[in-house]
């Protein structure tokens, strides 16, 4: 199976930045993708930010401009680079990996706490 570390969330002012990271291990070939999705406390798992192993991102609408994914030269780590932080933003983060084995598969990490506030 895959196993998905992350770390770097915390507690930032408004405006502020935080940097995540995400390790995969384990059976980690034929990734199709490695990306970031929140989930703030009474509302839904949304996507934030994705990159395929062709180069390919996505964004939220909400964080265009703010926020950056990239990957490692290796392609084991993923990293969200949060800039200009909103109180809005605060939420569960969670690296998510797909791979394509027998079908696409998808793996979650345990999910890192990002709290936004004065």
């Known amino acids: 199976q895959v196993q998905l570390v992350e770390s770097g969330g915390g507690l930032v002012q408004p405006g502020g930045s935080l940097r995540l990271s995400c390790v995969a291990s384990?059976?980690?070939?034929?990734?199709?993708?490695m990306g970031w999705y929140r989930q703030a406390p009474g509302k839904q798992r949304e996507l934030v930010a994705v990159?395929?192993?062709?180069?390919?991102?996505n964004y939220a609408d909400s964080v265009k401009g703010r926020f950056t994914i990239s990957r490692s030269n290796a392609g084991n780590t993923v990293y969200l680079q949060m800039n200009s932080l909103k109180p809005e933003d605060t939420a569960v983060y969670y690296c998510?990996?797909?791979?394509?084995?027998?079908?696409?598969?998808?793996?979650w990490g345990q999910g890192t706490q990002v709290s936004v506030s004065s």
């Open positions: 998510n990996l797909k791979r394509r084995w027998v079908g696409l598969q998808d793996y």
């Open positions: 990159v395929t192993t062709d180069g390919n991102i």
């Open positions: 384990g059976s980690i070939f034929s990734i199709v993708s």
